[in-house]
């Protein structure tokens, strides 16, 4: 996949606040790119650049192979983007607004309305498309927002805080057609948030930003392995009548495990290097203990934001 956003040394001061401080990050295309951040890390403040809204201090932001400090225009051309928050015209029902975006960005009055047709039906507003925008729902003036940024057809689309407000149906749904878009379509999705979860359900790696810098980013397999190296999977075990030293003891000759710790209940915890699971599974049978329970799970974005944000000496040292 070629790089469709590469970003060298992008930097952003107000006063003596460094908003984004030297940012380095590719993302290719057909990617759905997770910034993760606290209000206030600079997230927003990437994206104005991004889109050629506000200049660089040092730097440089490639989009689609465009300078966007240099060329803004032709960089909106390609771009689509949805604010937190969508301003449309009140009075305008949903399809009305949809065209007036499509006069905007040239589309001729043929194209405009087959293409609002099939937007408003891809992003479930087909029934309401008559409706005044003034009358959606928080959630309905989402779709709605994300139809008008796909309407010219953009290679890549820029999400700002796009759930904030949405109640859960909502937000799984919103979540879905965003996965399918960039898989079905080839969009590259850039989703600014800082809902963990979310960003975890649709991302195919994310950022993890702070301070205006880049502290990490990759997949959350690979980030679990750089932030927990000893124990990047935990693998609980439910063993019927087995002692914690029977259990430590059968599985001691295999390499990769960090430690065995015992819970409440016949259960016992193993941190281990890398997915062990079904090699502990094969040596507890294989030794006669009866195996009644077993779980495998990675370290999620949960606990590796926590990790990097408890203080800067975990995260400093990390970056």
Known sequence: MSDVIEINGLTKRYGSLTAVDHLDLTIKKGEVFGLLGPNGAGKSTTILMMLGLTDPDAGTVQVCG??????????????????????????????????????????????????????????????????????????????????????????????????????????????????????????????????????????????????????????????????????????????????????RTVLAPLEGIASVTQAPQELFHVACHQDLTARIAHRLVSSGLELVHLTHREYGLDEIYNRYFEGKEAYGKLS
């Open 66 to 247: 465009i300078n966007a400090t240099v060329n803004p225009i032709e960089v909106k051309r390609r771009v689509g983007y949805l604010p937190d928050d969508v301003g449309f015209y009140e009075n305008y029902s949903g399809l009305e607004n949809l065209l007036y975006t499509a006069r905007l960005n040239r589309i001729s009055g043929e194209e405009a309305e087959a293409r609002a047709d099939r937007l408003l039906e891809r992003v479930g507003l087909s029934d309401h498309a008559g409706k005044k925008a003034g009358k959606y729902s928080r959630g309905m003036r989402q779709r709605l927002g994300l139809a008008d940024v796909l309407i010219k057809n953009p290679e890549v689309i820029i999400l700002d805080e796009p759930t904030l407000g949405i109640d859960p149906k909502g937000v799984r749904e919103f979540l879905d057609l965003i996965v399918q878009l960039s898989k079905e379509e080839g969009i590259t999705v850039l989703l600014s948030s800082h809902h963990l979860h979310q960003v975890q359900q649709v991302c195919d790696r994310v950022g993890l930003f702070v301070e205006g810098k880049l502290l990490a980013e990759g997949d959350v397999p690979t980030l679990s392995r750089k932030l927990f190296p000893e124990q990047a999977f935990e693998v609980e075990l439910g063993v019927s009548g087995a002692t914690f030293e029977q259990v």
